[in-house]
């Protein structure tokens, strides 16, 4: 692989302009109680904008998350080491579906009169903010025998926001998804929002760019290890890279907001294709142990009640 290549190609994609220092972050350490509180203020939340009741929730402990079976096969779940916020509701897949095809701007709209009736701004925090990122939308299309497509369907309709602080953005999953079904319900909504006093720790200078990208190149080197047949130099299919607040993901707990820079690195060889996401500390000083992503193998579970879950009190 032309180590060389993707640094440049990593460069060309970074920032636009990267500031030369970055506050370090506090975040609250949450416990199981706080993780519950969350999960009260959220299910208060659905219920103040008329999307499910839940005065007969059943809060069960389900190990590292808390689950809430509502109404109407609806469930909500909060996950203990992040504060992380889930609500699916009980319509089946292609239940309330779209009367017709709609206009992008025109589903944008609706999903941000959704987040206003949800008042999202409120969890963002005294330096926070959030705006819009990306919509999808969910078609299905059928065909008979003859092999003759119907029109195109459209099921659900889902945005997704960027959650910033101070300015800068936090990198990982969406921090607030929001799916519509054709009437205009909430079919589903996810928070992801470290909770935080906004206290700063530290601010700190920002490593060059160039610095970042060749310790990026490098830490995919050592993911990829020593093969006996050298990858020839057009391996790299696509590579960018991004700068802002790491977010560890749901079932990691994290002590503070530090800057990074984030590759997403797509490669073919032959018939076998393979991305990666990796990240390194944007600071001289690392501030927070980050993940090498494709070193550990996933966890497998079986489907049906976990292991752990037991009956608590709502």
């Not at 929730?57 to 992040?82: K, Q, W």
């Not at 560890?248 to 990666?276: D, I, N, S, T």
Request: proline share 4%.
């Amino acid at each position: 692989m032309n180590q060389q290549f993707l640094i440049d190609t990593l460069m060309q994609s970074g920032a636009p302009q990267l500031p030369a220092r970055a506050d370090i972050v506090a975040l609250t350490a949450l416990t199981r109680d706080d993780a519950r509180a969350g999960m009260n203020r959220f299910l208060t939340a659905l219920h103040e904008a008329d999307i499910c009741r839940h005065d007969r929730a059943n809060l069960t402990d389900c190990g590292e998350r808390s689950v809430a079976y509502l109404p109407d096969g609806a469930r909500a779940v909060v996950f203990h080491a992040s504060g992380a916020l889930q609500y699916v509701s009980g319509l089946a897949p292609f239940q309330a579906p779209y009367e017709r095809l709609e206009e992008s701007l025109g589903l944008v709209r609706q999903l941000e009169q959704a987040a206003q009736r949800l008042d999202l701004n409120a969890w963002v925090g005294e330096r926070g903010s959030l705006a819009f990122e990306r919509l999808w939308q969910t078609k299905a299309r059928g065909s008979d025998r003859e092999q003759r497509l119907s029109n195109p369907l459209l099921v659900r309709a889902t945005g997704a926001w960027r959650h910033a602080v101070g300015g800068i953005p936090v990198l990982g999953a969406a921090a607030v998804a929001l799916r519509l079904a054709g009437d205009g319900a909430v079919d589903a909504l996810s928070l992801r929002i470290r909770q935080s006093e906004a206290e700063v720790l530290d601010t700190v200078p920002v490593i060059a760019e160039e610095l970042a990208a060749r310790q990026l190149a490098e830490r995919l080197a050592s993911v990829l290890g020593k093969s006996k047949d050298r990858l020839p130099g057009d391996v790299v299919q696509s590579a960018t890279m991004r700068f802002g607040y790491l977010d560890l993901g749901k079932r990691k707990a994290q002590r503070v907001l530090a800057p990074a820079f984030v590759a997403q690195v797509e490669l073919q060889h032959r018939l076998e294709r393979q991305a990666y996401v990796l990240a390194v500390a944007a600071t001289e000083r690392p501030y927070l142990e980050l993940p090498l992503f494709g070193v550990e193998a996933p966890a497998v579970r079986s489907r049906g009640l976990h292991p752990e879950c037991r009956d608590g009190a709502s």
